[in-house]
């Protein structure tokens, strides 16, 4: 940090205010100008009043003397005017911010030390005091957060880090609710998932001949609005139980109905909290999906979570999911869905999370021949970059093999490689009521030994994205 008054065991060092200025009335101190970087200061008191001049680093320990007594009043003008040293930027706006968290103004502390983590990410005893103003503004989520990035710290005291423990702990239980709303764009080039082919080859009898694929069967691109709502509500029954409930909505439009997309899913169950670090939860869960205007599948089904809190910020998970899924389309795409995964998840550099998974599922379904083991793993790292970016990137890989061949296109049983990539920006420094904008790629490709599986598609989501 750079000065005493930064540290993280908060304001223990406090340099020696310029004997006097305490004293000063609000219109005198309202006249304190820079006088550059030296080392002494001047004081002329002509008939009109009284007008002092001090370096900065004597302002920024008048200030702090000030706010440690609590005389906001009088050090308020003395902070304003460190704005004007260019070197010192940084203690005027974390004296600006915690002046306006003590006074109340939880908005205003919010903006000043949002704008000293968008040039520095690493500043962990502002995001300290970021996470408590969230925390008083009563986003628990976002305040367990940020105090989880500050816990990283290798220079936090031990008591400290004993400190932010306990109160991760009760913000986990304390957390009632989040709500996140985004609209978008979205260029796609493969709005319906289908292959570039204009031919397949299938089987008659001994023969194979090529059957020319109807245009809504191929690869088509359009660019499409997009919506998303995702909620979740905790309702604690005491200190180690809660219900939880979770629901969620996606929805892409395009020109037409054949490529329309819309899904949505609920989950509700108990929650266990095992410890001080871990929990169990199970929630039955039911999906809905609807595809060019007609229902698609109806899922209902349950699913197992449990979650660890490992040291140095790292998180263990593990989820086991099954369900029965009715198909709107046939009977050959209904049956039994079960799934599990396996995700760590550590901090990096105080401001970043990296994840990575290991998943497998099967499907066993009425058809053979769609019925299948699919398993992979993922990748990915997001957190926050200077001047207010907050930014990712993930990878998935996964290989699907089928129960059975599909004979009218192969005596061979299907064979899948399935690869996943997402990159995302925004920028949180900059909202248009409340919504904060954003970028998203999305790739995905198929590789398939059914020429009519194969696959690729890149999709760009322009978003507006509203975090409640």
Same mark, same amino acid.
């Given at each position: 940090?750079?000065?005493?008054?930064?540290?993280?065991?908060?304001?223990?060092?406090?340099?020696?205010?310029?004997?006097?200025?305490?004293?000063?009335?609000?219109?005198?101190?309202?006249?304190?100008?820079?006088?550059?970087?030296?080392?002494?200061?001047?004081?002329?008191?002509?008939?009109?009043?009284?007008?002092?001049?001090?370096?900065?680093?004597?302002?920024?320990?008048?200030?702090?003397?000030?706010?440690?007594?609590?005389?906001?009043?009088?050090?308020?003008?003395?902070?304003?005017?460190?704005?004007?040293?260019?070197?010192?930027?940084?203690?005027?706006?974390?004296?600006?911010?915690?002046?306006?968290?003590?006074?109340?103004?939880?908005?205003?502390?919010?903006?000043?030390?949002?704008?000293?983590?968008?040039?520095?990410?690493?500043?962990?005893?502002?995001?300290?005091?970021?996470?408590?103003?969230?925390?008083?503004?009563?986003?628990?989520?976002?305040?367990?957060?940020?105090?989880?990035?500050?816990?990283?710290?290798?220079?936090?005291?031990?008591?400290?880090? /004993? %400190?932010?423990?306990? *109160?991760?702990?009760? !913000? &986990?239980?304390?957390? @009632?609710?989040? #709500? =996140? $709303?985004?609209?978008?764009?979205?260029?796609?080039?493969?709005?319906?998932?289908?292959?570039?082919?204009?031919?397949?080859?299938?089987?008659?009898?001994?023969?194979?001949?090529?059957?020319?694929?109807?245009?809504?069967?191929?690869?088509?691109?359009?660019?499409?609005?997009?919506?998303?709502?995702?909620?979740?509500?905790?309702?604690?029954?005491?200190?180690?139980?809660?219900?939880?409930?979770?629901?969620?909505?996606?929805?892409?439009?395009?020109?037409?109905?054949?490529?329309?997309?819309? /899904? %949505?899913?609920?989950? *509700?169950?108990?929650? !266990? &909290?095992?410890?001080? @670090?871990?929990? #169990? =939860? $199970?929630?039955?869960?039911?999906?809905?999906?609807?595809?060019?205007?007609?229902?698609?599948?109806?899922?209902?089904?349950?699913?197992?979570?449990?979650?660890?809190?490992?040291?140095?910020?790292?998180?263990?998970?593990?989820?086991?999911?099954?369900?029965?899924?009715?198909?709107?389309?046939?009977?050959?795409?209904?049956?039994?869905?079960?799934?599990?995964?396996?995700?760590?998840?550590?901090?990096?550099?105080?401001?970043?999370?990296?994840?990575?998974?290991?998943?497998?599922?099967?499907?066993?379904?009425?058809?053979?021949?769609?019925?299948?083991?699919?398993?992979?793993? @993922?990748?990915?790292?997001?957190?926050?970059?200077?001047?207010?970016?907050?930014?990712?990137?993930?990878?998935?890989?996964?290989?699907?093999?089928?129960?059975?061949?599909?004979?009218?296109?192969?005596?061979?049983?299907?064979?899948?490689?399935?690869?996943?990539?997402?990159?995302?920006?925004?920028?949180?420094?900059?909202?248009?009521?409340?919504?904060?904008?954003?970028?998203?790629?999305?790739?995905?490709?198929?590789?398939?030994?059914?020429?009519?599986?194969?696959?690729?598609?890149?999709?760009?989501?322009?978003?507006?994205?509203?975090?409640?």
């Amino acid at each position: 940090m750079k000065s005493g008054f930064f540290l993280a065991a908060g304001f223990a060092a406090w340099v020696a205010a310029v004997p006097g200025i305490a004293q000063a009335d609000e219109a005198d101190a309202g006249r304190i100008a820079v006088a550059g970087n030296g080392n002494s200061a001047a004081s002329a008191c002509p008939a009109g009043g009284c007008t002092i001049k001090l370096t900065a680093p004597q302002m920024l320990a008048a200030a702090e003397k000030m706010i440690q007594d609590r005389d906001f009043i009088n050090a308020r003008p003395i902070v304003e005017a460190l704005s004007l040293a260019p070197d010192y930027q940084f203690q005027h706006r974390f004296l600006k911010g915690f002046m306006a968290v003590e006074t109340g103004d939880l908005d205003g502390a919010e903006k000043m030390f949002r704008k000293i983590l968008d040039d520095d990410p690493k500043q962990t005893r502002v995001r300290l005091e970021l996470a408590r103003v969230m925390m008083l503004k009563g986003k628990e989520g976002s305040a367990n957060y940020h105090f989880r990035l500050a816990q990283q710290d290798k220079d936090l005291p031990e008591e400290i880090k /004993q %400190t932010v423990r306990g *109160i991760r702990g009760i !913000l &986990r239980n304390q957390r @009632s609710w989040n #709500l =996140s $709303l985004d609209l978008g764009i979205a260029p796609d080039t493969n709005i319906n998932s289908a292959t570039s082919a204009e031919t397949v080859n299938i089987n008659f009898g001994p023969i194979q001949f090529p059957l020319t694929l109807d245009d809504n069967a191929r690869q088509q691109s359009g660019i499409g609005q997009t919506a998303g709502l995702s909620a979740g509500l905790r309702l604690r029954a005491n200190d180690n139980l809660a219900l939880l409930i979770d629901g969620d909505a996606r929805m892409v439009n395009y020109k037409g109905k054949i490529a329309d997309d819309i /899904q %949505t899913q609920f989950a *509700i169950g108990p929650e !266990l &909290r095992i410890g001080d @670090s871990s929990s #169990l =939860s $199970l929630q039955a869960l039911g999906e809905q999906r609807w595809r060019g205007g007609n229902r698609a599948s109806t899922d209902f089904g349950a699913r197992i979570g449990f979650q660890k809190a490992l040291d140095e910020g790292q998180r263990l998970g593990f989820a086991l999911d099954g369900r029965h899924s009715d198909s709107g389309y046939s009977d050959i795409y209904s049956g039994w869905q079960v799934g599990s995964n396996l995700t760590y998840e550590r901090v990096i550099g105080r401001a970043f999370i990296a994840s990575a998974s290991l998943f497998g599922r099967k499907d066993m379904l009425d058809s053979k021949a769609f019925s299948n083991v699919s398993y992979g793993a @993922s990748m990915g790292i997001g957190g926050e970059l200077p001047l207010g970016i907050n930014a990712g990137v993930s990878g998935t890989i996964s290989k699907a093999l089928f129960d059975a061949p599909q004979y009218i296109y192969s005596d061979e049983r299907r064979s899948d490689l399935r690869l996943f990539g997402r990159a995302y920006a925004g920028i949180r420094a900059f909202k248009m009521l409340g919504f904060s904008p954003s970028i998203e790629y999305n790739f995905s490709k198929v590789d398939s030994n059914y020429t009519l599986y194969k696959s690729d598609r890149h999709r760009v989501n322009f978003k507006l994205a509203r975090y409640f």
